[in-house]
């Protein structure tokens, strides 16, 4: 079974519109936590925000924000007024607490693809 | 910024040839990774490596691969003997606490393989 699920493959979108990446996760523990990374055209995964199980507040930064919801074991990441340099594929992940000592395993989506047309 | 490096950026080889990735983590990180992401697919994790020895690995990780840390500042992935299938973009990551599953992961810029 997926522990991260993507369902949109790739958006196209407008420059300036908002646009929202979403992101569904499944696991069992109470502790988790969760991750998005950009991937640019460059190849490169770059990472832009964590958040743990127990920290439920959404999360702005500049022109991105999170919202996470345990209700429905979601997390998505939101562009407002997109750029032309936001092009990328987006990855959610999900880590699981697993101890001290053993470091931790990403459990990736699929990835979505965004393109923003100027 | 610190960043995580990888050698080669990209790498053409025969099937059955061996083949070494070569990673430089940060420098005060304990925990090291490798990843790997077939062309358009998800990135899955291979391996795990703290304290000098493999803390996890996944079912991908066969006989064929092996990792060490040789000189306390390069971590290496080897293939003995590459397929087809492992044509792949090969990510190193690194990182810092022990907290765990908490880790933030920062990536390399990751070797592509290419198996003919």
């Known amino acids: 079974a997926q522990k991260v699920t993507q369902a949109q493959t790739e958006i196209s979108v407008v420059e300036k519109e908002d646009v929202t990446l979403d992101c569904v996760y499944e696991t069992r523990d109470t502790t988790y936590y969760l991750f998005w990374y950009k991937q640019p055209p460059s190849g490169e995964l770059v990472f832009l925000i964590r958040?743990?199980?127990?920290?439920?507040q959404n999360e702005i930064s500049g022109r991105y924000s999170w919202n996470f919801q345990k209700s429905t074991s979601s997390f998505n990441f939101t562009i407002t007024a997109s750029q032309v340099v936001d092009s990328a594929v987006y990855f959610c992940a999900l880590s699981e607490a697993q101890g001290l000592g053993t470091g931790n395993q990403f459990y990736f989506g699929t990835g979505t693809s965004l393109t923003v047309i100027p | 910024e610190p960043e995580v490096t990888q050698t080669p950026s990209h790498q053409v080889t025969q099937m059955g040839q061996e083949v070494i990735l070569r990673c430089v983590p940060i420098s005060n990180h304990l925990y090291f990774y490798w990843y790997r992401q077939i062309l358009g697919q998800k990135v899955e994790f291979l391996v795990s490596?703290?304290?000098?020895?493999?803390?996890?690995k996944s079912e991908i990780f066969d006989d064929q691969f092996s990792v060490e840390r040789p000189d306390g500042s390069n971590f290496t992935l080897k293939i003995r003997s590459t397929k087809l299938e492992d044509s792949a973009m090969y990510f190193c990551?690194?990182?810092?606490?022990?907290?765990?599953?908490?880790?933030?992961?920062?990536f390399g810029a990751g070797s592509r393989l290419t198996v003919l």
């Open positions: 990551a690194s990182s810092k606490n022990r907290e765990s599953g908490a880790n933030v992961l920062t």
């Open positions: 958040r743990n199980s127990f920290d439920e």
């Open positions: 490596f703290y304290n000098n020895e493999i803390s996890e």
